[in-house]
């Protein structure tokens, strides 16, 4: 199985904004509701937007109203637009087929992320 591909992070201020995207192999992007997951230092790995087939979304508490998930199905690619971003956003981004709680741990594959760092 391919790993996803995660890119866009960056150095970005408070208040800031970033769009990441994911490439992720056909086998994992198309029967599958998609997710972008985060993990900061010393913290569990959280999942923060779903989005399904058709385009349905999910947001956690901590993201909703500042991030969007979107996706492109001919492309196999999954977006997060990061808008109005907080010191505690910093993470490495990851991009995987969604699983709740800690069933993302059953998941085998997974690319290298993306690291997002929120810093005056």
């Known amino acids: 199985q391919v790993q996803p591909v995660e890119s866009g992070g960056g150095l970005v201020q408070p208040g800031g904004s970033l769009r990441l995207s994911c490439a992720a192999s056909g086998s994992i992007f198309s029967n599958n509701v998609m997710g972008w997951y985060r993990q900061a230092p010393g913290k569990q790995r959280e999942l923060v937007a779903t989005?399904?087939?058709?385009?349905?979304?999910v947001y956690a508490d901590s993201v909703k109203g500042r991030f969007t998930i979107s996706r492109d199905n001919a492309k196999n690619t999954v977006y997060l637009q990061m808008n109005s971003l907080k010191f505690e956003d910093t993470a490495v981004y990851y991009c995987n087929v969604a699983k709740y709680g800690s069933s993302w741990r059953s998941l085998e594959v997974w690319g290298q992320g993306t690291l997002v760092t929120v810093s005056s």
């Open positions: 989005i399904t087939k058709d385009s349905g979304t």
